[in-house]
């Protein structure tokens, strides 16, 4: 971090500006393959709208399946940008400078893929509108006792306050841009930029709404999973109705999502040529970050085991067994190995500054969580309290190309918003600068007064 | 609200030290002829020291945030309270709470945040003075590297200010 006080400020802007100009040729290939991928998941899910729910193979007892694994996935992914951006600007740690543009950016276009996965999971997508709340013509509104209902207005409040917070944070960015742009995107930035000229007053006032809005994020974000957890364990389906759900569910949000940022922070190093300001110091912090979070889940995860062991529930026991040795062992011991035992490579400060090597755990990591998304929703239903009903399930071509789809549209979406706003924050990175080139002075200033202390009482010594 | 007669001098400063003080020397020159009608600072980055030099900004945005979350926690209690009711004329509840408070907690604290956050952005534009157009003396160099100063002065001052922004190290100045 020391380094980035000898950056000038007018090459910040150069770099930043520039990524939107010239990223590498890689950018162009992804995005083909992501768009491809969008493009196989739009055939897929018009075929299922044609034909019917029974194309993805969901029927009883797997009401649930891959939709809502991914579901929880991409909005436990969300979980980390916008929440973490607001607990290190409410802690004042400088290195949250470089990475929380897009780490927020990274929440709004995860929370815009969850948002996928509850419509498409309905089959009759054209009653979307039943969950608005507004009475129908029987003059009965939606149950707000509902967990889904409590899932749908949470969601809603993340979506527009990430969104929020994401713009808010980017106007002197986006003043920036509009000072040096021409064409659709000067027009494109004067617009959103709304007139920023970084008076004073500006400055005041966008500090104080920035940390008012932060204060409201972190419990924001804690309560979207939580709800999100809800869902499951406000039923009474064994392995699910459990007390640790919120908190668990907040933990995995927290791991996948640092693993998601650490992907998208060795991708954006590259592609857009950011080494300068995507350090290996910050990338260290992120990992240790990460580590931590991955023991606080793995505890969490074990102590669910612990507990549904020792209260002797002959179902919730029946379902961990299943789990275990059951159909579905692959899924459960994969994510033990990618999420329990691979993050302990982290505990290694060489890896932890190896990029590649971060890039590659972080991926291995999310596999591990997603997994555990699929182990948490298809397995219970597949060993409930009615024997009769016991059927293994695994998602077929449909549920695994949408799926595909998904990873598709987040990272075009992601891209599409690197290549036309700057994902590293100039501004902020500026007063990163200006803050350690003053510390340094100062400390400098004190070396030489120490100097010159030493040097007059050694003169009055020899005198 | 610009006042008619007045000039309008924009200085630009290599760092924010020069800029400071430049400031304080318009300040004296302030208390010796009455000759600066208003001082505002642009800046590439937030200086929080900002109102040592040009006074507090007073900007309770915080008062926003507070009645808007207050707002929001009723709107959404009574809109799923309300419901409940509805609900209540048209379904017998057969014994269940006609207003299940910790049920409706949970829409009532998102509705909280939902109305704070908004109602925050209103206190950000209305104390921030934006969507507002550039000025005409606006320099992209400060949105760059540099420190700008636009002094608003009477046109009898005008040449005295000018020298006192040059001598305190202006890089450039601009008068409308």
Known sequence: MDKMKDIEWAKINKDVL?????????????????????????????????????VALMNRPHFWQLYISNFIFWIGMSHSGTLLSAVLLLTNADWRKPIYRFAEAMTLFSILTAAFFPVIHLGRVWNLYWVMPYPNERTIWPNFRSPLLWDASAIFTYATSSALFLYIGMIPDLAI???????????????????????????????KTYVLMGCFLVPLAVSVHSIVASDFAMSIMPDWHITSFPPYFVAGALYSGCAAIITLFVMLRYIFKFEEYM???????????????????????????????????????????????GPYWPVV??????STVAPFAMAFEKFRQNMWAMFVLSIIIQLGMWLERFQIVSPPLASNHEPWTWAVVWPGTVQMTITAASFGWFTMLFLIFCKVFPSVSMYEVKELVFHH??????????????????????QEGVA | MRKKNLKFLFALYEDFDRARDAVAELKILDLKETAVEDIELYSPIEHPEVEEILGEIHQPIQ??????????????????????????????????????????????????????????????????????????????????????????????????????LEKSGALEIREV
Not at chain 1, 440 to 457: G, M, N, P, V, Y
Not at chain 2, 101 to 110: G, K, N, Q
């Open chain 1, 279 to 325: 350090t290996v110091d910050i990338m260290d912090k992120i990992a240790k970050l990460t580590f931590a979070i991955a023991m606080v889940w793995n505890f969490l995860n074990f102590s669910e085991y612990a507990s549904i062991w020792y209260s002797n529930d002959m179902y919730e026991k029946e379902v961990l067994i299943q789990k275990l040795i």
């Open chain 1, 18 to 54: 520039g990524s939107l100009e010239s990223p590498r040729m890689i950018f162009w290939v992804v995005l083909a393959v992501c768009s491809l991928l969008v493009a196989a998941g739009v055939a897929a899910e018009a075929y299922q709208y044609n034909e019917g729910l029974g």
């Open chain 1, 333 to 338: 011991w994969g994510m033990l190995l990618c």
């Open chain 1, 177 to 207: 841009c509009r000072d040096n742009a021409k064409g659709w995107r000067k027009k494109l930035y004067s617009m959103l930029s709304l007139g920023w000229m970084g008076r004073a007053r500006e400055w005041l006032a966008f500090r």
């Open chain 1, 437 to 458: 080139r003053r510390v340094s002075a100062r400390s400098e200033i004190e070396d030489l007064d120490k100097e010159k202390e030493e040097a007059l009482r050694a």
């Open chain 2, 63 to 164: 008062r926003f945030t507070f009645f808007g979350a207050i707002t929001g926690a009723i709107c959404a209690f009574l809109l799923v309270a309300a419901a409940a009711q509805s609900m209540f004329t048209v379904q017998p509840q057969g014994g269940k709470a006609v207003i299940p408070i910790p049920a409706d907690l949970v829409i009532t604290y998102e509705g909280t945040i939902l109305f704070g956050v908004w109602i925050t952005l209103l206190g950000f534009f209305v104390y921030s003075g934006i969507p507002r157009r550039l000025t005409r003396l606006y320099s992209r160099k400060v949105s760059e590297d540099q420190i700008g100063i636009e002094v608003q002065v009477t046109p009898e001052h005008a040449d005295a200010v000018r020298s006192t």
